[in-house]
Structures are given as structure tokens and as C-alpha cells.
T-cell receptor, first 112, second 116 residues
Framework: QQPVQSPQAVILREGEDAVINCSSSKALYSVHWYRQKHGEAPVFLMILLKGGEQKGHEKISASFNEKKQQSSLYLTASQLSYSGTYFCGTESGKAAGNKLTFGGGTRVLVKP | NAGVMQNPRHLVRRRGQEARLRCSPMKGHSHVYWYRQLPEEGLKFMVYLQKENIIDESGMPKERFSAEFPKEGPSILRIQQVVRGDSAAYFC??????????????FGPGTRLTVT
């Protein structure tokens, strides 16, 4: 069963913030975040391992709450280049080495 | 440092023909994954391979689809007797490993398959 992402879409003005959530019904070992622009390949943003860690990539950061089986991606002071569809990929299980299951995506549009 | 390479980028096949999609992983990567993406949808896992071995094919349809990653050469996803429902973008990704940061998957540009 694929993780559920919310919201499905968000429209921002340049400089605004947004949060994208990814929830799973299964125990998670890791969460991966990707951004895909229309007609292009998904681009890796970051990976979070269980342990409740947070990570950052430019002004994009993420958290992972393994107890709640969810991860959140934070877009801070959004830039036009942040537009695209964001996907979370979850790895279930108690150890590494399992396939990634991707959510349905969150479309982000940043306007000037 | 070349990234993941896929060819062809676009492939048109008539119903009943065979489609062969190729993927060369990033240099040093021995783990290859194939995904299918329908328009406006997410990525669906198909198969995970290492050199000469299929590790997980739980997402692969039982019939008409096969994948290989030979000792030499690219990984190949083969679709026999294509049907219109096979029309999609097929992405290949590769990683150094499957543990921690080694599990970062890097995607190729994809092959857009159109079945007429």
C-alpha cells in the first residue's frame, strides 16, 4: 500500500513557506524525497533514516517521525525553482534493503 | 561523471510488437531499479536487480514483462506483445547499495513508450 501525501497540490507566492506530509500505514525504515519537473526525471533531495532525524537541502528540510510513521517536507522561503511535483518514497520494514513505495505526489507551483 | 543513461528516450510500438528498454547505471552503482509512471501519477516499482540477479520482482506483471541485468552491458526491460495499457514512462534508477545513504537512488531520463 502506497504512502499518502497531503496536500495534493499547493500554490505559493515566492518567499512563502509550505509543508508536505507523507504518511504510511506500515512501520518505516527510511523515507526518501524527490522532486520531479514536468517531462523530466525525479531528482533526489534527501533520505531520512529511522531515528527521528531531520535533514536539510538548501532551504528545503525534512523530518521523520517513525512512531507516527510519517515524514514532512518543509519548503522555506520558496523560490520559483521549487515548482514541481514532490514524491516521498518509503521503505518499510525493520532493516535496510527493501523496495521503495512512492506516494501519489504533491504538485507545488511557486508564482512570482 | 555520467549519470544514469536510458535509451531510447522515446519508443513507439504497434500492439503486439516487442519493446526493449535499456538502462546503464551510474558508474560504480550495481543496484538497478525499474519504475513505471503513468501521466499525472506516481512512480510504481517494478523490479530490483543486481548484476545477473533479480532481487525483487514483486511489481512486475507476471506475463509479457521481463528484466535482466547481465554481467556485461546495460539492464534491459523487455515487454512482449505490447498493449495500449503499456503506454507510460519507464524510469530506471541506480544506487550504490541499499543501506543508509548508499540507498540514494538516481534516476535516468526515462523512456516514453507509446503503443499505437
Amino acid at each position: 500500500q502506497q504512502p499518502v501525501q497531503s496536500p495534493q497540490a499547493v500554490i505559493l507566492r515566492e518567499g512563502e513557506d509550505a509543508v508536505i506530509n507523507c504518511s504510511s500505514s506500515k512501520a518505516l525504515y527510511s523515507v526518501h524525497w524527490y522532486r520531479q519537473k514536468h517531462g523530466e526525471a525525479p531528482v533526489f533531495l534527501m533520505i531520512l533514516l529511522k531515528g527521528g532525524e531531520q535533514k536539510g537541502h538548501e532551504k528545503i528540510s525534512a523530518s521523520f517521525n517513525e512512531k507516527k510513521q510519517q515524514s514532512s517536507l518543509y519548503l522555506t522561503a520558496s523560490q520559483l525553482s521549487y515548482s514541481g511535483t514532490y514524491f516521498c518514497g518509503t521503505e518499510s520494514g525493520k532493516a535496510a534493503g527493501n523496495k521503495l513505495t512512492f506516494g501519489g505526489g504533491t504538485r507545488v507551483l511557486v508564482k512570482p | 561523471n555520467a549519470g544514469v543513461m536510458q535509451n531510447p528516450r522515446h519508443l513507439v510500438r504497434r500492439r503486439g510488437q516487442e519493446a526493449r528498454l535499456r538502462c546503464s547505471p551510474m558508474k560504480g552503482h550495481s543496484h538497478v531499479y525499474w519504475y513505471r509512471q503513468l501521466p499525472e501519477e506516481g512512480l510504481k516499482f517494478m523490479v530490483y536487480l543486481q548484476k545477473e540477479n533479480i532481487i525483487d520482482e514483486s511489481g512486475m506483471p507476471k506475463e509479457r514483462f521481463s528484466a535482466e541485468f547481465p554481467k556485461e552491458g546495460p539492464s534491459i526491460l523487455r515487454i512482449q506483445q505490447v498493449v495500449r495499457g503499456d503506454s507510460a514512462a519507464y524510469f530506471c534508477a541506480s544506487s550504490l547499495g541499499t543501506s543508509g545513504t548508499y540507498y540514494e537512488q538516481y534516476f535516468g531520463p526515462g523512456t516514453r513508450l507509446t503503443v499505437t
